[in-house]
């Protein structure tokens, strides 16, 4: 390892140190920390371009930032002339992206008070919501969604109504909805969310099985999306670390 890094230095050190950085902050297999440690350089040029140059797509993404906020800043004047519900429910959608669910339910709540005729505003203002963990003001905005379309966004919604009820205290009916939403959908967040609730209720094998369920996902994933999925896997990790261990 010293001939290689003597041979690549100054490069063979900075490319451990962009490495290990960007390991730290995507925390992809624990593997390649060894792979970069013993391998100096050389395993750090691997680990690149396995796992770095392909997360610039998601890069690219948080790059996205700046435009999107142009762009509410935008929208945040033309309301001032302009307050239709397209312009409310496209500045809330901004916020959405922008972590900004306070701000993005009370543009929803504009939308709603003039066009109740999408369930779109409906649907994104229980998210908003759920974001909050202001489950309960979730509910019925969800509810509305599920009873009208009971397979919006991919039973997304149905899930997010499975997890409001759960946290407001209506067991029986967040438990027939996550039953329903999880004989489709594969959403990673549906899983965790269901295997949380199994565990309030004292079920920990179950609630065990379904976050091994959300685990599994990564064999077939194709490195985009496992990327992508990566916070779901990291909070799944760290749920089963909770779970009692199983008696033999």
Same mark, same amino acid.
């Given at each position: 390892? =010293?001939?290689?890094?003597?041979?690549?230095?100054?490069?063979?050190?900075?490319?451990?140190?962009?490495?290990?950085?960007?390991?730290?902050?995507?925390?992809?297999?624990?593997?390649?920390?060894?792979?970069?440690? %013993?391998?100096?350089?050389?395993?750090?040029?691997?680990?690149?371009?396995? @796992?770095?140059?392909?997360?610039?797509?998601?890069? !690219?993404?948080? *790059?996205?930032? *700046?435009? !999107?906020?142009?762009?509410?800043?935008?929208?945040?004047?033309?309301?001032? $002339?302009?307050?239709?519900? =397209?312009?409310?429910? @496209?500045?809330?959608? #901004?916020?959405?992206? $922008?972590?900004?669910?306070a701000r993005a339910r009370r543009c929803y709540d504009q939308a709603i008070s003039t066009?109740?005729?999408?369930?779109?505003?409906?649907? !994104?203002?229980?998210?908003?919501?759920?974001?909050?963990?202001?489950?309960?003001?979730?509910?019925?905005?969800?509810? !509305?969604?599920?009873?009208?379309?009971?397979?919006? $966004?991919?039973?997304?919604?149905? =899930?997010?109504?499975?997890?409001?009820?759960?946290?407001?205290?209506?067991?029986?009916?967040?438990?027939? #909805?996550?039953?329903?939403?999880?004989?489709?959908?594969?959403?990673?967040?549906?899983?965790?969310?269901?295997?949380? %609730?199994?565990?309030?209720?004292?079920?920990?094998?179950?609630?065990?099985?379904?976050?091994?369920?959300?685990?599994?996902?990564?064999?077939?994933?194709?490195?985009?999306?496992?990327?992508?999925?990566?916070?779901?896997?990291?909070?799944?990790?760290?749920?089963?670390?909770?779970?009692?261990?199983?008696?033999?």
């Amino acid at each position: 390892m =010293g001939s290689l890094t003597f041979l690549f230095f100054p490069w063979g050190i900075i490319l451990m140190a962009m490495a290990i950085i960007h390991f730290a902050r995507r925390r992809p297999d624990g593997y390649w920390l060894w792979i970069i440690l %013993f391998l100096g350089p050389l395993g750090a040029l691997v680990y690149i371009m396995v @796992e770095v140059i392909p997360d610039a797509g998601l890069l !690219r993404q948080s *790059f996205k930032v *700046f435009p !999107r906020r142009q762009r509410i800043r935008n929208l945040e004047l033309a309301i001032v $002339d302009n307050p239709s519900a =397209g312009n409310y429910e @496209e500045l809330g959608e #901004l916020y959405l992206e $922008d972590g900004n669910y306070a701000r993005a339910r009370r543009c929803y709540d504009q939308a709603i008070s003039t066009r109740t005729d999408s369930l779109d505003p409906f649907y !994104r203002r229980g998210i908003a919501s759920v974001r909050m963990e202001d489950f309960a003001t979730a509910v019925p905005d969800l509810e !509305r969604v599920v009873q009208e379309d009971p397979a919006y $966004d991919f039973h997304q919604a149905m =899930g997010l109504l499975a997890h409001a009820l759960a946290r407001t205290g209506d067991a029986e009916k967040a438990e027939a #909805l996550f039953k329903e939403a999880t004989k489709i959908s594969t959403s990673s967040e549906t899983y965790y969310n269901y295997a949380l %609730f199994l565990s309030s209720q004292h079920r920990n094998h179950e609630a065990r099985e379904w976050a091994k369920r959300l685990l599994a996902k990564k064999i077939n994933m194709p490195g985009y999306l496992k990327r992508r999925e990566r916070p779901w896997f990291r909070k799944a990790n760290a749920f089963l670390k909770t779970l009692p261990a199983e008696s033999m």
